[in-house]
């Protein structure tokens, strides 16, 4: 079974950071692309960034220059370091894994999904 399950989220000023994590179990993690989604109120689920096995990445355009993601393939881990955060940034985030080593910017293309973390940027 696979389970991935995020943690880091919280409330940060305007200019902040935060790092987020995600623990995968099962057998997703191995040659598979990760990648990161998020949902702020009223709004469609977002790309924010994916990585491959290899680590090659890509990273949204609203995003770029601040956020980074990276995995640990020994602690079967995905991270997100965000900084400079932006009010904008606020909403759940969410880790998601796919069958495939290529990443994707489209949520369908993932079938695995984490529960979530809120994010919350005051101003």
């Known amino acids: 079974q696979v389970q991935l399950v995020e943690s880091g989220g919280g409330l940060v000023q305007a200019g902040g950071s935060l790092r987020l994590s995600c623990a995968a179990s099962g057998r997703i993690f191995d040659r598979n692309a990760m990648g990161w989604f998020r949902q702020a109120p009223g709004k469609e689920r977002e790309f924010v960034a994916a990585i491959t096995w290899t680590e090659i990445t890509d990273h949204a355009d609203s995003v770029k220059g601040r956020f980074t993601i990276a995995r640990d393939n020994a602690k079967n881990t995905v991270y997100l370091r965000m900084n400079s955060l932006k009010p904008e940034d606020t909403a759940v985030y969410y880790c998601?894994?796919?069958?495939?080593?290529?990443?994707?910017?489209?949520?369908?293309?993932?079938?695995?999904w984490g529960q979530g973390t809120q994010v919350t940027v005051s101003s």
């Open positions: 998601a894994a796919r069958r495939s080593s290529f990443t994707a910017t489209m949520s369908g293309a993932y079938s695995y």
